[in-house]
């Protein structure tokens, strides 16, 4: 019954305009700063930042209120590396935007950039917003080069152009690329290594364009490259090549980074995984343990969590649930789905303080919790309607059948 | 029991034959090869199950809270199981000695969980494509094929899923295929052979699908099924097939009764009876009159609502019972025609979007299957990774529900994964439930196990503990496993 009414104030306070001063009061702030988590505490948002937190708050009637009633308050999660808006339907491959094959020029093409797709208007957007995510990772996948492309983080908030943060090369290294290039994994680094050498070092460009020579010299200087890498011995091939490339990297993938967990630390490299993985999947990650991102943390390595799923991107959040019941930290498992992917890629900081940006969550429980919801998502400063094509769908058949078709109910 | 019927008309034949004193030499062998003729199309069961349980000592499990998997919930309660079988659960005496006893306090009890819907063995880890074993995409039609023969038991995943408390699986054949062949229904022990694994009496199960993956399989190759209703015309062509398989061996069967010999030393009845040819012995057909009869559980694929009532009416136009639906993301939009078919859906908590078929799913699907009277619900895996965590598939479709406003209790969300599943595989009688004389399968969890944080602390399958978190000497780990990356420090 509290839930109901709570969400009936909720709806009250949402049809208020919405460039309104909010505040939300009574939280259980999460803040993933080193104030840790704040209890009991008052948030005040103007212009879509945080503009104070503090107890007991004084109002006016111009600010709209949202009483989280002790309940967890967060940041706005982090989706994981996913197309999203790039994507309708994963076998619809007429509504998929996230990759190159079989282009004429036969080059790999490091600047084939998916933000140029970006779709604000999916409905796989809100869906996943609804559940308590506010940004992602967009990723270049399913081109059958070894320099996939670029993409970078970008807001759920409906705009056409929120992206933020810093460029990301998406890089292929790993086996089951290698049926298309060249049979090994070896053809890759040969590839890769050539393709470096000529965009940097201005030698004739036989691999790619003047384009992607400019892209790479670019993310050499202010990007990121993404190496899927699961087995051990392929980790440490990416770390030697990035000290001589003298490139930023990240790994993703990382069955068995744990394995190889100093010298990434000492690399300072941050890894993306998902830490359900603990079978033998292939022969890149006979190693692969639910402990994973405990061991990796325990060593220093920066954890990050993505389930590579873009429809259901809203698993995340049970992926860190799982860490944490195998032995991660509560905290560093919230922040490998919020602070720590900002931290990485650059753009808004995902820790919570004054002057931050207001992409803030209100949960039933435990964040982490499978059977906790989001009751309330707020991006910039603005609380979302909380409506997606699946909330509607389940409003269309939650009740008796009626004398007229499903068609006609309009929740 | 089609096949078995068939088996006893032979048997009945074979001992009248063996009464006979046969003179001749040439009638003699006339007979051996009759009677090797038959002895070919005797079993019904040509690959029976060895499974043995495992060593066991009765035990009494105290002061844990139980889900009794049949909607009851008892708080402090006591379980005791012994001989392999729960005894009672509840309150009840045992022998002054030699009883194991395990303080459960804080605890939760479940029956071991089950899932209806695992390629484990048939699409193994490692995912290599020489171990690609799960979908005969040769033919759309390929109901003589049965998973149990791909399944491989040295997929790590069954020691994966141990862990997390599944007891029993149903190995299907994949979707690729209008019908893909038969499933099996295994007891999770890691064994040498499938045959070691495969649960005692449980009776075999079809795998049908509807919709994208046979028209995409066969309609990319520019051959037959390339639409829905290419599916559905090739359904209805088999099953037609299938009742002229039936008539004719009961034509048979009713020309043998005829010619039996109805006076003691009648041998000419009988040599006419023996002369008498049967029907040539058809493995696809033989799985499809086992569906007819009712003797093999059907387990379709199926997403689309509107797809779903077509099997329905299908299923009536040839006279056979429909058993589960699996996958049916939309079958939130006719969970009163399901009910009231007694069909069951098993399904995915939240998986959606990942084809056309897909696009509708909503994560109160489980829920709202489980709401109407009769409904039965479960909640399917399809996933080596979500076998491993079935109970926290069941807590997001539980706390969607009651977000939603329906009223699921742990002990009503629990027989999504137990008593349900165990009805729509056909061994209800034998396990799903805390029953006394049922199999002693039994999940002891560290707390409530709709939690992220649950974990199955120890595991029993017919009252062996097959699983205990606390003592490596009780993990099992598969010969493909031992040995690797020797020089890692664990």
Sequence with gaps: ?411 | MAAADWQNGYKGLESQLSKKAFSGQIMRSLLAVLLSLFATTLSANPFPSTYQPLPSSPTLITDATILTGDGQRLDDADLYIADGKIVWVGEGSIPAEGVTTINAAGKWLTPGLIDVHSHLGVYPSPGVSAHSDGNEATAPVTAEVWAEHSVWPQDPGFSRAIAGGITSLQILPGSANLFGGRSVTLKNVPQTTYQAMKFPGAPYGLKMACGENPKRVYGGRNQAPSTRMGNVAAYRASWIKAQRYIQDWEQYEQKMAKQSPNTEGDSNSALAAALIKPPKRDLELETLAGVLKGDIILHMHCYRADEMITILDMADEFNYKMGTFHHGVEAYKIADELAENNVCGALWADWWGFKMEAYDGIQENIALVDRPDNGCAIVHSDSEEGIQRLNQEAAKAMSKGQAAGLDIPPERAIRWITSNAAKSLGVHDQTGTLSPGKMADVVIWNQNPLSVYAKAEQVFIDGALVFDRDDKALQPVSDFELGQLLEVAP
């Design chain 1, 1 to 411: 019954m509290k839930r109901v009414l709570f969400t009936a104030l909720l709806t009250l306070a949402c049809s208020v305009s919405l460039a309104q001063d909010l505040l939300i009061t009574g939280a259980n702030l999460h803040s993933q700063s080193d104030a840790g988590v704040i209890e009991n505490t008052d948030i005040l948002i103007k212009d879509g930042r945080i503009a104070k937190i503090a107890p007991r708050i004084p109002t006016n009637k111009m600010i709209k209120v949202i009483n989280a009633n002790g309940r967890p308050v967060t940041p706005a999660l982090f989706a994981g590396l996913t197309v999203s808006g790039l994507s309708e339907v994963e076998a619809v491959s007429e509504a998929v935007d996230s990759g190159y094959r079989e282009l004429y020029t036969e080059l790999m093409h490091p600047e084939f950039d998916v933000r140029l797709a970006y779709n604000p208007h999916s409905s796989v957007i809100p869906i996943t917003r609804v559940e308590g995510f506010g940004f992602t990772l967009l990723g270049a996948r399913g081109s059958d080069k070894t320099l996939s492309g670029q993409g970078g983080m970008v807001r759920f908030d409906g705009g056409y152009s929120s992206f933020e943060g810093k460029p990301v090369i998406y890089v292929q290294t790993s086996g089951r690329a290698a049926g298309s290039m060249g049979g090994s994994k070896v053809a890759h680094w040969m590839l890769l290594n050539q393709a470096f050498n000529e965009a940097l070092t201005d030698e004739e460009l036989t691999l790619i364009t003047p384009q992607g020579a400019a892209t790479l010299k670019t993310a050499k200087s202010d990007g990121i490259f993404l190496f899927h890498a699961d087995r051990a011995a392929d980790i440490m091939r990416v770390l030697a090549f990035a000290k001589e490339q003298g490139i930023s990297i990240v790994i993703h993938g990382g069955s068995e980074a744990w394995m190889v967990a100093e010298s990434l630390a000492a690399a300072q490299v941050a890894v993306i995984l998902n830490p359900l993985k603990n079978l033998p999947e292939s022969f890149e990650s006979l190693g692969a343990r639910l402990d994973n991102a405990a061991l990796l943390h325990e060593a220093g390595v920066p954890v990050i969590f993505s389930s590579g799923e873009t429809h259901n991107a809203r698993k995340v959040r049970q992926l860190a649930g799982n860490a944490a019941a195998n032995g991660l930290p509560h905290n560093v498992a919230l922040a490998a789905i919020s602070s720590t992917p900002a931290e990485v890629f650059g753009g808004e900081p995902r820790s919570i303080g004054k002057g931050s940006r207001a992409d803030l969550v209100i949960w039933s429980g435990d964040p982490l919790e499978v059977t906790t919801q989001a009751q309330q998502v707020i991006l910039g400063g603005i609380p979302d309607t909380m409506v997606s094509r699946q909330t509607l769908l389940r409003d269309r058949y939650m009740g008796a059948a009626a004398d007229m078709p499903r068609a006609y109910t309009h929740p």
